[in-house]
């Protein structure tokens, strides 16, 4: 069975620095996320990491926001630099990426979410 804790949300002033840790148990990393939703709206993805290393990022966070992998922890990572307030939202992380018929895509297993909280 595969579970996926996240941690390390929190409230920072903005430029602040948070990182979010998600540990995975019986998946191994193959592609897994990171995404955020605010109250009142859609989902959005932040970052995504491939078995290969790769990561993609949205625009909104490209270049203040790394994902990483510690796979001896199997445990992905969201550092976050320079937060602002339009960061603030509730973070999950998302693994078993699957594609589909229509080319749209989703995750099959998501943890519980840590709130991120930026003030200005």
């Known amino acids: 069975q595969v579970q996926l804790a996240e941690s390390g949300g929190g409230s920072v002033q903005a430029g602040g620095s948070l990182k979010l840790s998600c540990a995975a148990s019986?998946?191994?990393?193959?592609?897994m996320g990171w995404f955020r939703q605010h109250p009142g709206k859609e989902r959005e993805e932040v970052a995504t990491?491939?078995?290969?290393?790769?990561?993609t990022y949205a625009d909104s966070v490209n270049g203040r926001f790394t994902i990483s992998h510690d796979s001896a922890k199997n445990t992905l990572f969201l550092q976050m630099n320079s937060l602002q307030p339009e960061d603030t939202a509730m973070y999950y992380c998302?693994?078993?990426?699957?594609?589909?018929?229509?080319?749209?895509?989703?995750?099959?297993?998501w943890g519980q979410g840590t709130q991120v909280t930026v003030s200005s």
């Open positions: 019986g998946y191994t990393l193959r592609t």
């Open positions: 998302a693994a078993d990426r699957f594609f589909r018929t229509d080319g749209s895509y989703d995750y099959n297993y």
């Open positions: 990491m491939r078995s290969a290393g790769s990561a």
